[in-house]
């Protein structure tokens, strides 16, 4: 057997041990804090007080709180409190019953058998997570070194569970296998950040442009189209590709008078775009 082989075990351990493994540091909770937060919580049936006067009996075992409570006692990102608690139900630690607004805990505290992962595709969606760290940078919420730091959190903690659940299949037969696919999975992660990264840049542009007037884009329309609908839709290709297409010279429209008609409504476009984009936020 390799030496870096892992062999699946579970482990019992009192209450009592977890709270030794404390490390009192700043206010941020490290993850074990957060762990026996959850534990402490369970086990005396804490409900949030904004949620004191919703109808749901607590079970032994569980709590009724918010994401954005949690977050505020952690000093977490929302988006970081979602995803420890992916990993931890997905360690078999603790399950979750999703409310419109809130989620009720079960913590696994019972006799020492193994619990058994969940299938990864009940994880929340790696992408969503992303996109809500990355919204609060659009809207300026925080800053890039913040943000920076968060996605960073939830690339990390992906690459770990993914390394875990592959290491709990693999075997010697499998090894090499596993590690090829293991790789692909943090590559299209690692992907996948880059993307959300790069839609939420142009986001963050058009979020500037929300107060530009548009009026102009409006009039083109009303005036110079006379309002025909398939022929603003070829415009609206136009003006976006004279936007995006990097390619394109500015001095390849000189003798156009059609095209610098469009390139004198860039502005306009993107006022109208950062509206649209307001309209799906």
Known sequence: MKNNQKIPVSILADREVFEYLKEKGDERRTRTEAYCDLLDKSLAGFVSPFLRKKDYVLQPNQCHLTVSALASEWHWHRATVRSFLSAMEAFGLLTRIQLPKSVVITMTVQSGQAAQPRNAQEQPDFAGQLR?????????????????????????????????RDAGHCSDTHSITTSAHS????????????CCIAHAALQKILHKSRFDDSSPLVDFFRFDLGEEWAAFIESAKDLA??????????????????????????K?????????QAMVD
């Open 132 to 164: 809500e760290v990355l919204s609060d940078w659009v809207i300026g919420k925080t800053t890039a070194a913040e943000t920076g730091v968060i996605c960073e959190q939830l690339v990390s903690l992906a690459k770990t569970e993914i390394a875990d």
């Open 183 to 194: 790789g692909t999975l943090v590559m299209e992660h690692r992907e996948t950040a880059l």
């Open 241 to 266: 590709g004279l936007i995006l297409d990097t390619e394109a010279s500015v001095t390849d429209f000189d003798m156009d008078e059609d095209q610098e008609r469009l390139k004198s409504l860039r």
């Open 268 to 276: 306009p476009f993107l006022s109208l775009l950062a509206k649209a």
